[in-house]
């Protein structure tokens, strides 16, 4: 019996409660749920319905928990039910209904976990959105791995989810990235506020490669020529390292793209129809401090140029009148400043920024060697990078390292332990399970050990501890990853499966699923190898919406 299967059986119950006294049924909800009690010795799950509708129906919490014991008691699979404290019901199953989550998720295979929780949604997710300047540095390299976890997380509770990457392809650092590689080409240093490190000198010698005559030019058409073959070049590249670290998007929104087709212009008069725009000192302005930012913000110069800021709100638009009903920017921690005029220019468009925009901020990545931080890129000088990170560890490791912390809290990423073949690398910990039930299928089928039909599973022999203790971890995956979807908190998924994993590796020691040598092969034997498969499934699962592999031998 799966958790959401015993809320409907909770559910069930209070309904018939309120029937027999005749107490008011709209009082009753849609949907409930039960979570897994910290003490186990509490049972193994617990309910607060009845402290929920206590004062709904004017009835003592105790008495309405003591009703709904009475009735829960009778359902099948339910072993006991007690109330403990004000009201709360701790519930224990027997072992027929807890086993029967084995062959539930073995029959749903890569739909377990998945829900309808977010349906209806409809979610912009944008994140890296590095400048097309040099390569993916460690803190975007953050986002890539979170972002993309949490694009699959979206998408597993049933929201629709486009991914999207910024191309910062318009503006002053592109400028100073073109002179830099015309320096580069000349093999002049780089200007004082330009771009420095080999990659600049690689990218400018496969810019002479293309146009073996962009020498020959004046300075602003070569400068133009490294400008557009530069770029092109760069992303390129940025697209193909992201590709190579598992990340791809849906879209790639080019800024450029913004100012030739006129879409600033266009959310000026949406703004101005709003009526929140005003001129002064020959600029044109967006009031958003009516919204609660520190001060207003020019959109257009007195000379006639375009902000960034005002490339901000159109892009912003340009999502909005895509029909994503809400948009989510991942930020770095540089960027703080940012949440509060953002906000306010939702609000200026007449959106609720509480409901339609979202702005995540990360925290800082230090890469750290023999206990110091890795300061020195082989390409990109004093920025380390996807490559640097991935080379240092592996993708695998980066994408979980990267995932299993809060975004809010800065990370250290030490070399000698994610790369460590030892039970204290958390990837490490967790991959071995899947290669471990992997490994305990290939040798069951060696012995002649299957799990058989579905019908002949006998799930009431699962009544070992370390058992129910994995069903019931293997029980919490669904809710675990609606709640990592909701919160936007990829890590829930990383740290459950740490748990799921010492789980597994407690049954592994004390209940063996093999026969040992000439021993004949038991229905025990086969509902372990159920239970073995289970855990397989989740743990490929969980690792699936890190964007991180389930081997089958390590």
Not at 141 to 152: E, F, H, I, N, T
Not at 338 to 352: N, S
Not at 374 to 403: C, F, N, P, Q, W
Request: a negative charge; proline letters at 4%; charged letters at 25%.
């Amino acid at each position: 019996m799966t958790p959401a299967e015993l809320a409907e059986v909770v559910l069930a119950a209070a309904h018939a409660v309120f029937t027999e006294r005749g107490l008011d049924r709209s009082a009753l909800p849609v949907q409930t749920s039960v979570e897994r009690p910290r003490n186990p010795e509490h049972g193994d799950y617990a309910s607060t319905l009845a402290l929920q509708l206590s004062k709904k129906v004017g009835v003592p919490p105790r008495e309405l928990a003591a009703a709904l014991a009475e009735q829960l008691g009778r359902a099948p699979g339910v072993k006991s039910v007690e109330i403990a404290g004000p009201g709360f019901l701790n519930i224990r199953l027997d072992a027929a209904a807890a086993g029967q989550l084995a062959r539930a998720i073995v029959e749903a295979g890569g739909e377990y976990g998945r829900s309808d929780r977010l349906a209806g949604q409809s979610i912009n997710l944008e994140f890296v959105s590095a400048n097309p300047t040099g390569p993916v540095h460690i803190g975007g390299v953050r986002w890539a791995a979170v972002g993309d976890a949490l694009s699959r997380l979206l998408r597993a509770t049933g929201a629709e989810v486009g991914t999207e990457y910024y191309f910062n392809d318009a503006g002053a650092q592109i400028d100073r990235f073109a002179r830099s590689l015309l320096a580069a080409a000349k093999g002049e240093p780089a200007p004082e506020d330009g771009y420095a490190g080999a990659y600049i000198s690689e990218i400018a010698e496969q810019v002479r490669a293309r146009r073996p005559d962009v020498l020959t030019l004046d300075d602003a058409a070569a400068q133009e020529v490294f400008r557009v073959e530069g770029v092109e070049l760069m992303f390129a590249e940025i697209k193909s390292s992201l590709r190579d670290f598992g990340v791809e998007f849906d879209t790639y929104f080019n800024e450029k793209d913004l100012h030739d087709r006129g879409e600033l212009d266009h959310a000026l008069d949406r703004l101005r129809q709003q009526g929140h725009t005003f001129e002064a000192e020959g600029a044109t302005w967006l009031r958003t401090t009516d919204f609660g930012d520190d001060k207003d913000r020019v959109l257009r110069k007195s000379n006639g140029e375009w902000t960034y800021f005002a490339a901000d709100c159109a892009y912003y638009l340009d999502k909005r009148e895509r029909g994503f009903g809400r948009v989510v920017i991942m930020l770095g921690a540089d960027h703080h400043g940012y949440v509060g005029r953002m906000r306010a220019m939702a609000a200026c468009f007449g959106d609720d920024p509480d409901r339609n925009l979202e702005i995540l901020i990360g925290q800082l990545v230090n890469l750290v060697r023999d206990g110091a931080p890795v300061r020195m890129s082989k390409r990109a000088g004093t920025v380390l990078t996807l490559e640097d990170l991935v080379e240092a560890i592996g993708v695998d490791a980066a994408r979980y390292a990267l995932a299993r912390y809060s975004t809010d809290s800065p990370i250290d990423i030490d070399v000698e332990l994610w790369t460590r073949a030892t039970r204290d690398n958390p990837v490490y910990y967790v991959q071995y399970v899947a290669a471990r039930t992997a490994s305990v299928g290939r040798n069951a089928a060696e012995v002649g050990l299957t799990r058989g039909d579905a019908e002949g599973f006998r799930p009431e022999l699962l009544d070992h501890d370390k058992e129910n203790e994995l069903l019931k971890a293997l029980a919490e995956f669904p809710a675990v990853v609606a709640t990592a979807a909701e919160l936007r908190e990829p890590h829930r998924v990383a740290r459950y499966l740490e748990e799921l994993a010492g789980a597994y590796h407690r049954f592994f020691d004390n209940c063996r699923v093999l026969p040992r040598g000439d021993e004949e092969i038991t229905d025990l034997n086969r509902a372990r190898l159920w239970l073995n498969d289970a855990t397989r499934v989740v743990v490929a699962n969980g690792l699936r919406l890190l964007g991180v592999s389930a081997p089958e031998r390590m």
